[in-house]
């Protein structure tokens, strides 16, 4: 026979797991083996479109240049972080610890294959400081820059791509321009969300103590935590007071 008292701890159980917030976990940063930050110590990051394979739909170097740029201008609109700046440079033929910082379209990827494209980065490990950094995009895969529905916006990915080249990993919040997949057709996160901000004015300010705690529970998840602490502190000073 249940007791008035279980049947009270019961409910609050069952309570607990309908509320129970989802956790998102959002913005990551890149660390060394030290734990020190991953990060650029320069005002400016100089990138260039080097090496454009020919290949079935693939963008050209002018349309790779253009999605670059407006990738770039989304992320300099933030205070504090280095200022991305396309150049011009055709001198590197092949990614590599070089000096360059260098984006590749290839047509024979060799890189996991179902990647989009891939931020190769090159950092000291004692200081965190970066060195160079390569963007390689997967020419097998089939790129727009207009929104097509059967291909993969390429404004989208480089935006994606420039938030590695900065120094966040990925995210786990949907919404944000560094979650890590992405639909064919797909064109909203082109634009930085709340998240992505956070991560790069956490990164690039000197208030450095908020990179410590960068998990953090948004949106309905954090509507539900607080019925969820609600509810169970009412239900909290029923059961104390049942079992005086």
């Keep these: 026979m249940i007791t008035k008292k279980q049947q009270y701890f019961s409910f609050v159980l069952l309570l607990a797991i309908i509320l129970m917030p989802d956790i998102a976990y ?99 490990d004692i200081t965190g400081e970066m060195i160079d950094t390569d963007i390689i995009i997967n020419g097998e895969m089939p790129f727009s820059i207009s929104g097509e529905r059967n291909k993969y916006d390429l404004d989208t990915v480089l935006t994606h791509e420039l938030g590695h080249v900065l120094g966040l990993d990925e995210s786990e919040i949907s919404g944000s321009t560094m ?15 709340t998240d992505d901000i956070d991560g790069i004015l956490s990164l690039y300010s000197n208030q450095r103590m908020s990179a410590i705690g960068c998990n953090i529970t948004i949106g309905r998840g954090s509507f539900r935590q607080g019925i969820f602490f609600l509810m169970f502190f009412i239900l909290k000073k029923r059961i104390l007071k049942l079992l005086k």
């Excluded at 396309?86 to 984006?103: A, L, Q, Y």
């Excluded at 979650?179 to 969300?193: M, N």
């Design 179 to 193: 979650f890590p997949d992405t639909r064919r057709g797909e064109t909203d996160r082109r634009e930085l969300s």
């Design 26 to 124: 959002a913005y990551t940063q890149k660390y060394t083996s030290g734990g020190r930050l991953v990060h650029w110590n320069r005002s400016q990051i100089d990138i260039s479109v080097i090496r454009v394979d020919n290949c079935r739909s693939c963008p050209n170097r002018m349309e790779i240049v253009g999605s670059l740029q407006r990738a770039a201008e989304r992320w300099n609109e933030l205070p504090t972080s280095p200022t991305i700046n396309i150049t011009e440079n055709d001198n590197s033929p092949e990614w590599g610890v070089d000096g360059v910082n260098g984006v590749y379209l290839v047509r024979d990827w060799t890189f996991p294959f179902r990647a989009l494209a891939i931020t190769l980065t090159t950092y000291n």
